[in-house]
């Protein structure tokens, strides 16, 4: 028996390799990467703020600590039709979590090149997964993650209604990024998969994962997984706490108001695990995977009162806001994760003192970079608000 993993070498990816391959021991946990995210790092001249071991030291570890050998790694890209059918001929997995994706919004808007590999990658690889899936393993678990700002704000779950003029009742795109788009035509491609090949599919739209570790991390430094802080690749939470850690004022966007989603990174892997055995028999279910909802403002208090838990000072500045969003709340609906019989574990609060004490022990590696929290264009235009 085998579960497949695309985006093995991701924030998610790792750690969803390791949770499942704790929970289904009996199981082969097979990981997909094509390490393009190491490059895309170079590019910028970014790092992740915890250093992470190559692949093959993190399995060996996994072995020792765990007394496992379940999990394997192949690396390709998913584009490579051919290399994924032989795959799926060979293993005839049951459930494939897709996570692979550039899944970074402003690094997509930096040019036309960068916006078109962006969606080239991501459509392409969930295009050929779909494809292959039907053309060797039709009765498989589809389990991909997109996101919660994809038709904008208020996004439904479960199954896309026919419309009185028989067209799927998507609501009206208002994608704030190439990246971001590509993950609409995702969603659309899954749905239109689903619908002309009956496969069985899993739509977790995710919201913003924060924390530095799960479970089976915490048991030895060498399973680390990557946490990235930049202004590129550094989702909020994350970047919030890595500011904080190195008295860097955190850079609130316009307003502040803007209200999003989150869930934390034991959640999200432990949410994944939990599809796997709760699969949607030719269907297209779609999920909103999250745990608290917060505006950006007050996640900066909420990491500034559990700085000062610790002794730290923690300062605000507002930031001219570089994205095409809304600055108000919204509220979206909230009955998918709970439907399917999932107890989160974590909450913002909670989870926020760990994350600033873990990320204090890298502070030097995150002062090497902190140029990189914000551009100069927006440098210059911060104003420290309190």
Same mark, same amino acid.
């Given at each position: 028996?085998?579960?497949?993993?695309?985006?093995?070498?991701?924030?998610?990816?790792?750690?969803?390799?390791?949770?499942?391959?704790? !929970?289904?021991?009996?199981?082969?946990?097979?990981?997909?990467?094509?390490?393009?995210?190491?490059? =895309?790092?170079?590019?910028?001249?970014?790092?992740?703020?915890?250093?992470?071991?190559?692949?093959?030291?993190?399995?060996?570890?996994?072995?020792?600590?765990?007394?496992?050998?379940?999990?394997?790694?192949?690396?390709?890209?998913?584009?490579?039709?051919? !290399? +994924?059918?032989?795959?799926?001929?060979?293993?005839?997995?049951?459930?494939?979590?897709?996570?692979?994706?550039?899944? @970074?919004?402003?690094?997509?808007?930096? /040019?036309?090149?960068?916006?078109?590999?962006?969606?080239?990658?991501?459509?392409?690889?969930?295009?050929?997964?779909?494809?292959?899936?039907?053309?060797?393993?039709?009765?498989?678990?589809?389990?991909?993650?997109?996101?919660?700002?994809?038709?904008?704000?208020?996004?439904?779950?479960?199954?896309?209604?026919?419309?009185?003029?028989?067209?799927?009742?998507?609501?009206?795109?208002?994608?704030?990024? =190439?990246?971001?788009?590509? !993950?609409?035509?995702?969603?659309?491609?899954?749905?239109?998969?689903?619908?002309?090949?009956?496969?069985?599919?899993?739509?977790?739209?995710?919201?913003?994962?924060?924390?530095?570790?799960?479970?089976?991390?915490?048991?030895?430094?060498?399973?680390?997984?990557?946490?990235?802080? /930049?202004? =590129?690749?550094?989702?909020?939470?994350?970047?919030?706490?890595?500011?904080?850690?190195?008295?860097?004022?955190?850079?609130?966007?316009?307003?502040?108001?803007?209200?999003?989603?989150?869930? @934390?990174? /034991?959640?999200?892997?432990?949410?994944? @695990?939990?599809?796997?055995?709760?699969?949607? #028999?030719?269907?297209?279910?779609?999920?909103?995977?999250?745990?608290?909802?917060?505006?950006?403002?007050?996640?900066? #208090?909420?990491?500034?009162?559990?700085?000062?838990?610790?002794?730290?000072?923690?300062?605000?500045?507002?930031?001219?806001?570089?994205?095409?969003?809304?600055?108000?709340?919204?509220?979206?609906?909230?009955?998918?994760?709970?439907?399917?019989?999932?107890?989160?574990?974590?909450?913002?609060?909670?989870? +926020?003192?760990?994350?600033?004490? /873990?990320?204090?022990?890298?502070?030097?590696?995150?002062?090497?970079?902190?140029?990189?929290?914000?551009?100069?264009?927006?440098?210059? !235009?911060?104003?420290?608000?309190?």
């Amino acid at each position: 028996m085998t579960i497949i993993v695309t985006g093995a070498d991701g924030y998610v990816g790792w750690p969803a390799m390791l949770r499942l391959a704790v !929970k289904y021991p009996d199981e082969k946990i097979i990981g997909i990467d094509n390490e393009a995210k190491k490059l =895309w790092s170079q590019e910028i001249g970014i790092w992740s703020a915890i250093p992470t071991y190559s692949m093959e030291k993190r399995i060996d570890t996994f072995e020792r600590v765990f007394g496992q050998n379940n999990i394997i790694y192949r690396k390709f890209d998913l584009r490579n039709r051919r !290399k +994924l059918l032989d795959l799926f001929i060979q293993t005839e997995p049951h459930s494939i979590v897709h996570l692979a994706a550039q899944p @970074s919004g402003p690094y997509s808007m930096l /040019d036309a090149e960068h916006s078109i590999s962006t969606q080239m990658n991501n459509i392409g690889s969930t295009l050929s997964l779909l494809h292959s899936i039907k053309d060797v393993i039709p009765d498989a678990h589809l389990i991909e993650l997109t996101g919660m700002a994809l038709y904008g704000l208020e996004i439904p779950e479960f199954y896309m209604e026919l419309t009185t003029a028989g067209f799927y009742g998507f609501p009206e795109i208002d994608a704030i990024d =190439w990246y971001h788009l590509s !993950k609409v035509f995702d969603s659309n491609n899954l749905r239109f998969g689903q619908l002309v090949y009956n496969l069985s599919i899993t739509d977790f739209r995710i919201g913003i994962v924060h924390g530095t570790h799960t479970e089976e991390i915490s048991k030895n430094e060498k399973l680390a997984t990557s946490f990235y802080f /930049d202004f =590129w690749f550094g989702t909020l939470l994350n970047r919030f706490c890595a500011q904080a850690s190195v008295d860097y004022p955190l850079t609130v966007y316009g307003k502040g108001g803007q209200t999003r989603a989150y869930i @934390s990174l /034991d959640d999200a892997v432990e949410m994944l @695990s939990y599809a796997i055995e709760r699969k949607a #028999e030719c269907q297209y279910n779609v999920i909103n995977a999250y745990v608290d909802c917060a505006s950006v403002r007050e996640i900066a #208090e909420m990491i500034q009162q559990a700085g000062k838990n610790l002794g730290m000072d923690i300062a605000i500045m507002t930031v001219p806001n570089p994205r095409m969003e809304i600055e108000e709340c919204y509220t979206p609906e909230d009955t998918g994760l709970t439907s399917i019989g999932f107890q989160p574990k974590d909450t913002i609060d909670s989870n +926020l003192e760990t994350i600033l004490i /873990d990320l204090a022990r890298v502070k030097e590696r995150i002062k090497a970079k902190k140029d990189k929290f914000l551009p100069r264009i927006l440098r210059d !235009k911060a104003k420290i608000t309190k």
